[in-house]
């Protein structure tokens, strides 16, 4: 995996061209902007539920509820809940997309016409894999925190929204997308690597689906506990 990426780094230069920009601004937009209303959703129904655990249940005041609630939000649950989201829905369809174009032949004529396929086939859907766990992670985070918000405060909820950084502060918001870049990267490069080790076989196909959702859950929370370690 760090060859691989250290190879796509290499061809970074390539997204200078207008076809793998194409192929970048695709992958963000099947992978982030299609997936970011059931992003938002989570992160609203979350929000309320930690709210009125803490709030009810434990008897937290509501002021300390909704800073609880920001903190766990940006810096635990968000991105690893959306990540968890994005390999479910995105994973195998790259690992589907990549294992089929080598068994139908088009990874070679690629290679035959002189396209690097780094360049344009994998970093790409890395990239925007990447780009597009951050902004799920933005949007979860903060659709959580407006649900927290509505929940506690009901009609009162303009108060606590001009109050919001009392409840954030910038590291959080800093590790919730430095957390959310590194296990998009995980994700894109094991679908990717999933995608283009399969046999030339088409029962191979499902095989790497499943690969890439298998073992990019395990990346996930391996990353989770590094995080978790370091902090």
Not at 75 to 84: G, H, K, T
Request: charged content about 15%; hydrophobic content about 60%.
């Amino acid at each position: 995996m760090f060859s691989m990426l250290q190879g796509l780094l290499v061809h970074v230069s390539a997204l200078a061209r207008p076809p793998v920009r194409r192929v970048l601004l695709k992958q963000i937009y099947f992978t982030a902007i299609e997936a970011a209303w059931l992003a938002a959703v989570t992160g609203f129904a979350l929000g309320a539920i930690v709210v009125v655990q803490l709030h009810d249940e434990y008897g937290q005041s509501r002021d300390m509820a909704l800073r609880l609630l920001g903190s766990l939000s940006f810096v635990e649950l968000s991105p690893i809940l959306a990540c968890l989201m994005m390999v479910a829905r995105s994973s195998s369809a790259v690992a589907i997309e990549l294992a089929s174009m080598r068994i139908g032949g088009e990874v070679n004529e690629l290679k035959r016409m002189g396209i690097s396929i780094k360049s344009y086939l994998m970093l790409p859907r890395v990239l925007g894999v990447t780009v597009a766990a951050m902004a799920l992670a933005g949007v979860m985070a903060i659709s959580s925190v407006l649900g927290g918000i509505l929940f506690a405060s009901g009609w009162d909820a303009s108060y606590q929204l001009y109050a919001l950084e009392r409840m954030l502060r910038l590291d959080e918001v800093v590790v919730c997308i430095a957390k959310a870049m590194t296990m998009g990267l995980a994700i894109g490069l094991v679908a990717v690597h999933a995608g283009f080790s399969v046999q030339l076989q088409a029962s191979d196909v499902p095989r790497a689906a499943s690969r890439a959702v298998l073992r990019g859950m395990l990346a996930l929370f391996l990353i989770d506990l590094a995080w978790a370690m370091i902090r």
